[in-house]
């Protein structure tokens, strides 16, 4: 496989990504890693990430020097290519100037033309970097440079070629970099000699192997949602264990209209053992009066664990389907950021429960285990379905909860996604769904003056939910939407469409 060293930028997971786009398996550690460490791995190369610090800080980040003696080829991007040349003796400043966006790369062309830039004209490269390398250590070369940074591209030259050590200011991950993914590739299959072979079938294949190996003839519990995630995640381990994993699927009351039900029919075909444990009266119950969100989700989470603690047995081992993107703050060197909502409310299950995890899905992004999804047999329309929170439409009925307002939520929101499928915006957004505020507004209807309930409707467009921007739904497409709901559903009124994007707001409205 290949290591990346995470030096906390935040392109270290989209190097991760693009690796896998080259068919190449990778993992991400920590910067601090033990080369004793790294070496149980086998990498076959090891690439080193940006990083938000200057390698001149007192407390700069440096890897195990140890890592440049294992006999693999290294790549430093960014803050990587400084922390090489501060290894190696050369000199980093910190730049007059600092550059971030679009810069023209030119790749030096003689008789010793590098591997690394094989087949890559002069081109744009993506820089975001203060520092530079202004002193080139001993034993390497330039073999690209920018206006502004003369020794943007450097390798281990003459005596010490054979460290095959190399190091790039800019970012080859970022796509604006043109030719970013070929020089990766160039580093991966020329210089490191890895054969690409990592695919969704290599995956699942590998994965079996490994769950088979890891929970042996233990029992496994599996909490799932219908999500895409969670089926995935489930169909996997049931690949390879069988009918020894359990599935606990909790209807806590707060899922859209008919959604248990047609939850449970689309499982049916996949193969798993499933338990449907109606939980509804007992969170309704919990939430009754309850307004804030905080309150509402942590009401949602301890309610959660204590009826899927009631549905299990004697499993060791809890799947989870946890994403990439919901790994890299446990293993970015910043820690966790701060919490602006508390997502993950099964997180406190394992450690009181003392189930062991496996997260079989832990280093995809989401189109990933689509594709694994796909390579699996499930069927598209339960793959392509957008995310929905696990406390749902808790935190989309804003304010206190009652039964009657969250069926107003299940109606409309049943119009608005049924018209985003017949016009084949669904899959065009990442995530689409109705909110009921706790406003009221006058209406006339007929001949009558009304007083009832504004929902905003809320679209899109996102990769991984980190950011988003409101999507630009046709108009035509927003007052069929408004018509039929206001029509249709007795209770609401007025229908708002939200603009904002994230940040500075958030996708869910609590
Ligand atoms: P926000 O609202 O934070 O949402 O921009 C980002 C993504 O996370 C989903 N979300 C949640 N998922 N539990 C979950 O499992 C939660 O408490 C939760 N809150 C938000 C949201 O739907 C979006 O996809």
Redesign the pocket.
Known sequence: SVIVLDFGSQYTQLIARRIREIGIYSEIFPYHTSAEELKKHQPKAIILSGGPNSVYDETAFMPDPEVFSLGVPVLGICYGLQAIAKHFGGNVESSSKQEFGRAKMLVSHDERESMLFKDIPDSDVWMSHGDKVTKLPDGFRVTASTANAEMCAIESFGSKAALKVFGLQFHPEVQHSLYGKQLLSNFLIDIAGITPDWSPKSFIQHQIEEIKRVAGDSTVVCGISGGVDSTVAAVLVSKAIGDKLHCVFVDNGLLRKDEATKVMEFLKPLGLKVTLADASDLFLGRLKGVASPEKK?KIIGRTFIRVFEENIHDEKFLVQGTLYPDVIESVSVKGPSET??S???VGGLPKRMKLKLIEPLRELFKDEVRAVGRELGIAEDILMRH?????GLA?RVLGSLTKERLDVLREADQIFIDELKESGLYQKVW?AFSVLLPVQSVGVMGDKRTYENVLALRAVESTD?MTADWAHLPHDFLSKVSNRIINEVRGINRVAYDISS?PPA???WE
Do not use: M, S, Y
């Open positions: 989700r602006i909502k997502h993950h409310n995310p929905f929170p696990g406390p935190v995530q939910g994230k958030t996708i869910e």
